[in-house]
C-alpha cells in the first residue's frame, strides 16, 4: 500500500465522527509541534509559533507564524476543508421494540444516498454527556464501540418485486436500524441500559448524547494496479489528511520564512455551514482577529492582510462516473487518479475566479502536479461547499478544489489513489511556497 494512501485510511479509520477528526487532528499537529490554545483563554503568541485550538470539540483550527511584515500581500494563505459528513444520528429517547426486534429511531445529517447504507454491518461513535459536579459543566466523553452493532435491512425482492425500478425510501419508516432481538418482553429503554453499561455509568447520569452511525468495513486500496481507493467518508477527510499533511509540511520546513498559514477544519458544511463551528461563523474572523491582536497589528492591519490574502476551499469534486456520462458538463469532465479539480460554477457555489484558477493552476503546473477542471452540467444544479460561505465572511480571493470521487455521499465512496498524493503535493506547495 503507498504510504500517502495508508495515511489517508489510517485517518479515515480514526475518524469515526466529527468529533473524533478534531481529535485525530489535534494529535496530529501536536505530533508536529504545535501547541493547544484555549478559545476561553488569552493568548501569547510568538513569531515562529506553531498552535492549533478546538472549537466545540468539532472544529479545529491551527496555524504557523513566520517573520516579516503579515500585513504584506501574499502573507496570509489559509486552507479549508470539513470535519463532517453525510449519515445517520441517533435520536433522543431512540429505543423501539417492534414484534420483540429491538430498534433506533434515526433522523439522517446532511444528503445521503439513503440505500447505500442499508445491508451493511454499522457502528455507533460520537459523544455522550454524563452528569458532572456542577450543572453547567457536564463531562463529555467521546464514544467509538468500534464493532458491528446494527444493520438496516432490505425487504426481500419476493415482498417488492419492483425494488430495481427505483422506489422512494421512507426515512422514518424503511431506514431504522436493528439493534437487537430482544423477544416480546423487551423493553424501550433497552438502548439506554446499554449505552449505559458500555460508557461504565447509570442510566440516569447520562444527560445527553450526539451520536452517529458508521459503517464498520474498513477501507481498502482496489483495481488491478491498487490504482483506487474505497472507504466510507473520503468526502471530505482526503482534504483534512491533505490540509494536516500542508501544515506538517510548515512544521518541517522550520522558521526561517515569512508569514501566516493557517488551516480552517469547520464542522457542518454537509447541513449548511451555519452553525457556531461552521465556516458561516465568526470563528475564523475571531482567530485571525486574536493572532493579529497578540502580535501587535491593529485590526486595519488585519483587514489590510486579508485583503491580500488566499484561500483554498478543499472540498471533493466530482469524477466521471462512466456509466452516467450524460450527466456532466460536455468539456470539463474530471476523472479519476487525472489530478486534482479546480471547481468553478457562474453562480459562484464555487468560490473561484479566473485570477484564482490562474495562481493555483500556475503552482500546479510549477510543481509538477496534474489538475483538471470541473463545471455543472448546464441542467444539472449541482452542489456547493464551504467556500463562498467563509470567503463572504473574511473577503480574500478563494478557489475551490479537491480530488475527483465516485458515489459521493454513499457509506462507501471511490477515488483514484494518486489523486491523493496530487492533493497532499499541493497543498504543501501552498503553504511552503514562500
Same mark, same amino acid.
Given at each position: 500500500m503507498y504510504d500517502f494512501v495508508h495515511s489517508l485510511l489510517e485517518l479515515v479509520h480514526q475518524s !469515526?465522527?466529527?468529533?473524533?477528526?478534531?481529535?485525530?487532528a489535534a494529535q496530529r499537529l501536536e505530533a508536529a509541534g504545535y501547541a493547544r490554545l484555549d478559545m476561553g483563554e488569552s493568548w501569547q503568541l510568538v513569531r515562529g509559533g506553531r498552535y492549533y485550538t478546538e472549537v466545540f470539540g468539532s472544529a479545529v483550527l491551527a496555524f504557523a507564524v513566520g517573520g516579516g511584515d503579515l500585513t504584506a500581500a501574499?502573507?496570509?494563505?489559509?486552507?479549508?476543508?470539513?470535519?463532517d459528513f453525510p449519515g445517520l444520528r441517533i435520536k433522543p429517547a431512540a429505543g423501539m421494540v417492534k414484534d420483540g426486534y @429491538?430498534?433506533?429511531? $434515526?433522523?439522517?445529517?446532511? @444528503?445521503?444516498?439513503?440505500?447505500?447504507?442499508?445491508?451493511?454491518? +454499522?457502528?455507533i461513535a460520537g459523544r455522550v454527556a454524563v452528569r458532572g459536579e456542577? #450543572?453547567?459543566a457536564p463531562e463529555v466523553r467521546l464514544a467509538d464501540f468500534a464493532r458491528p452493532l446494527l444493520v438496516i435491512p432490505e425487504l426481500a425482492i419476493h415482498m417488492n418485486r419492483k425494488v430495481n425500478e427505483g422506489t422512494a425510501i /421512507?426515512?422514518? /419508516? =424503511?431506514? +431504522?436500524? +436493528?439493534?437487537? $432481538? +430482544?423477544?416480546q418482553e423487551g423493553e424501550k429503554s433497552f438502548f439506554e441500559e446499554w449505552l449505559a453499561g458500555e460508557m461504565g455509568v447509570s442510566r440516569e447520569d447520562i444527560l445527553s448524547y450526539e451520536l452517529n452511525l458508521y459503517p464498520y468495513e474498513a477501507g481498502c486500496q482496489l483495481g488491478m494496479a491498487g490504482e483506487m481507493v474505497s472507504a466510507p467518508r473520503l468526502d471530505n477527510l482526503t482534504s483534512v489528511e491533505a490540509c494536516l499533511q500542508g501544515m506538517e509540511a510548515v512544521a518541517a520546513a522550520g522558521q526561517d520564512w515569512q508569514g501566516l498559514r493557517l488551516i480552517a477544519l469547520f464542522d457542518n458544511e454537509e447541513i449548511g455551514s451555519r452553525t457556531k463551528q461552521g465556516a458561516g461563523s465568526a470563528v475564523l474572523m475571531q482567530v485571525l482577529e486574536r493572532i493579529y491582536a497578540a502580535l501587535g497589528y491593529s485590526r486595519a492591519q488585519l483587514w489590510q492582510a486579508i485583503s491580500g490574502g488566499f484561500m483554498l476551499s478543499v472540498d471533493v469534486a466530482h469524477g466521471l462516473q462512466p456509466n452516467y456520462p450524460e450527466k456532466y458538463d460536455a468539456t470539463n469532465r474530471? #476523472?479519476?487518479? %487525472?489530478? $486534482? #479539480?479546480? /471547481?468553478?460554477?457562474?453562480?459562484?457555489?464555487?468560490? %473561484?475566479?479566473? =485570477?484564482? $484558477?490562474?495562481? !493555483?493552476s500556475a503552482l500546479c503546473c510549477q510543481e509538477g502536479i496534474a489538475c483538471q477542471r470541473f463545471v455543472n452540467h448546464s441542467d444539472e444544479p449541482g452542489g456547493s461547499t464551504l467556500g463562498s460561505i467563509a470567503s463572504a465572511l473574511v473577503p480574500m480571493r478563494t478557489m475551490d478544489i479537491g480530488v475527483p470521487l465516485l458515489s459521493m455521499h454513499s457509506a462507501r465512496e471511490t477515488m483514484g489513489a494518486w489523486d491523493q498524493d496530487a492533493l497532499n503535493r499541493l497543498l504543501k506547495s501552498f503553504v511552503i511556497n514562500f
Amino acid at each position: 500500500m503507498y504510504d500517502f494512501v495508508h495515511s489517508l485510511l489510517e485517518l479515515v479509520h480514526q475518524s !469515526v465522527s466529527p468529533w473524533h477528526t478534531a481529535k485525530a487532528a489535534a494529535q496530529r499537529l501536536e505530533a508536529a509541534g504545535y501547541a493547544r490554545l484555549d478559545m476561553g483563554e488569552s493568548w501569547q503568541l510568538v513569531r515562529g509559533g506553531r498552535y492549533y485550538t478546538e472549537v466545540f470539540g468539532s472544529a479545529v483550527l491551527a496555524f504557523a507564524v513566520g517573520g516579516g511584515d503579515l500585513t504584506a500581500a501574499d502573507s496570509l494563505r489559509l486552507a479549508a476543508a470539513h470535519t463532517d459528513f453525510p449519515g445517520l444520528r441517533i435520536k433522543p429517547a431512540a429505543g423501539m421494540v417492534k414484534d420483540g426486534y @429491538g430498534i433506533l429511531n $434515526v433522523e439522517s445529517y446532511g @444528503g445521503m444516498i439513503l440505500h447505500s447504507w442499508q445491508d451493511r454491518p +454499522l457502528s455507533i461513535a460520537g459523544r455522550v454527556a454524563v452528569r458532572g459536579e456542577k #450543572v453547567f459543566a457536564p463531562e463529555v466523553r467521546l464514544a467509538d464501540f468500534a464493532r458491528p452493532l446494527l444493520v438496516i435491512p432490505e425487504l426481500a425482492i419476493h415482498m417488492n418485486r419492483k425494488v430495481n425500478e427505483g422506489t422512494a425510501i /421512507k426515512k422514518q /419508516k =424503511e431506514m +431504522l436500524p +436493528l439493534m437487537a $432481538v +430482544l423477544g416480546q418482553e423487551g423493553e424501550k429503554s433497552f438502548f439506554e441500559e446499554w449505552l449505559a453499561g458500555e460508557m461504565g455509568v447509570s442510566r440516569e447520569d447520562i444527560l445527553s448524547y450526539e451520536l452517529n452511525l458508521y459503517p464498520y468495513e474498513a477501507g481498502c486500496q482496489l483495481g488491478m494496479a491498487g490504482e483506487m481507493v474505497s472507504a466510507p467518508r473520503l468526502d471530505n477527510l482526503t482534504s483534512v489528511e491533505a490540509c494536516l499533511q500542508g501544515m506538517e509540511a510548515v512544521a518541517a520546513a522550520g522558521q526561517d520564512w515569512q508569514g501566516l498559514r493557517l488551516i480552517a477544519l469547520f464542522d457542518n458544511e454537509e447541513i449548511g455551514s451555519r452553525t457556531k463551528q461552521g465556516a458561516g461563523s465568526a470563528v475564523l474572523m475571531q482567530v485571525l482577529e486574536r493572532i493579529y491582536a497578540a502580535l501587535g497589528y491593529s485590526r486595519a492591519q488585519l483587514w489590510q492582510a486579508i485583503s491580500g490574502g488566499f484561500m483554498l476551499s478543499v472540498d471533493v469534486a466530482h469524477g466521471l462516473q462512466p456509466n452516467y456520462p450524460e450527466k456532466y458538463d460536455a468539456t470539463n469532465r474530471p #476523472v479519476l487518479n %487525472g489530478g $486534482v #479539480v479546480l /471547481k468553478q460554477a457562474a453562480s459562484q457555489s464555487y468560490a %473561484g475566479d479566473a =485570477e484564482a $484558477v490562474a495562481i !493555483v493552476s500556475a503552482l500546479c503546473c510549477q510543481e509538477g502536479i496534474a489538475c483538471q477542471r470541473f463545471v455543472n452540467h448546464s441542467d444539472e444544479p449541482g452542489g456547493s461547499t464551504l467556500g463562498s460561505i467563509a470567503s463572504a465572511l473574511v473577503p480574500m480571493r478563494t478557489m475551490d478544489i479537491g480530488v475527483p470521487l465516485l458515489s459521493m455521499h454513499s457509506a462507501r465512496e471511490t477515488m483514484g489513489a494518486w489523486d491523493q498524493d496530487a492533493l497532499n503535493r499541493l497543498l504543501k506547495s501552498f503553504v511552503i511556497n514562500f
